[in-house]
Antibody
């Protein structure tokens, strides 16, 4: 069974750093891209970027370039999304999702990680 | 960036009725790389349709997608109570991948 299991909810203060994770199982992790999608409270879905764990090729949305870093460790089938300095506006639910080819639909999604940034 | 505009914002229907959701793109979507997702409250999105008209694995045949170029439609032929959700379209042919703002399907 294909699964993407994300790390748990986190509460941080503005200026702190954070790295959340997404572990894939039930498929060959290096054959699929992993995307990250933001959903702010009560809002829609926004694509942040995507990584190919086989060679760590990464593409970012212009809206998120320089704001976050996407990485992956193929040895443990895990992708990451990290911030160096969080802002209150980063408060959101973050999903990971896989896609087979670079131009592919997101066919499996993680359960989401809620990040709350508050002083 | 391709902007996707979904209409209506909210669709109020009774079980058994037909639902027609629209997604219009600001420019032509490459090779019909258009998907539809369903998101129920408190859940992650689920892929319904890809390639504009291909149903994803396990999706009931009451869901169908159509369209090309800049105009796409998701149709639910007979609404079931479990279909109450927000539906998003997404284009995945051009970068950045973009989503529509969503259509909420609610009980009349």
């Amino acid at each position: 069974e294909v699964q993407l299991v994300q790390s748990g909810a986190d509460v941080k203060k503005p200026g702190e750093s954070l790295k959340i994770s997404c572990k894939g199982s039930g498929y060959t992790f290096t054959n699929y891209w992993i995307a990250w999608v933001r959903q702010m409270p009560g809002k829609g879905l926004e694509w942040m970027g995507t990584i190919y764990p086989s060679n760590s090729e990464t593409k970012y949305s212009p809206s998120f370039q320089g704001q976050v870093t996407i990485s992956a460790d193929k040895t443990i089938s895990t992708a990451y999304l990290q911030w160096n300095s969080l802002k209150a506006s980063d408060t959101a639910l973050y999903y990971c999702a896989r896609h087979y080819v670079h131009t592919g639909p997101f066919d499996y999604w993680g359960q989401g990680t809620l990040v709350t940034v508050s002083s | 960036e391709i902007v996707l505009t979904q209409s209506p914002g909210t669709l109020s229907l009774s079980p058994g009725e037909r639902a027609t959701l629209s997604c219009r793109a600001s420019q032509s979507v490459s090779s019909s790389y258009l998907a539809w997702y369903q998101q129920k409250p408190g859940q992650a999105p689920r892929l319904l349709v890809y390639g504009a008209s291909s149903r994803a694995t396990g999706i009931p045949d009451r869901f169908s997608g159509s369209g090309s170029g800049t105009d796409f439609t998701l149709t639910i032929s007979r609404l079931e109570p479990e279909d109450l959700a927000v539906y998003y379209c997404q284009q995945y042919g051009d970068s950045p991948r973009t989503f529509g703002q969503g259509t909420k399907v609610e009980t009349k």
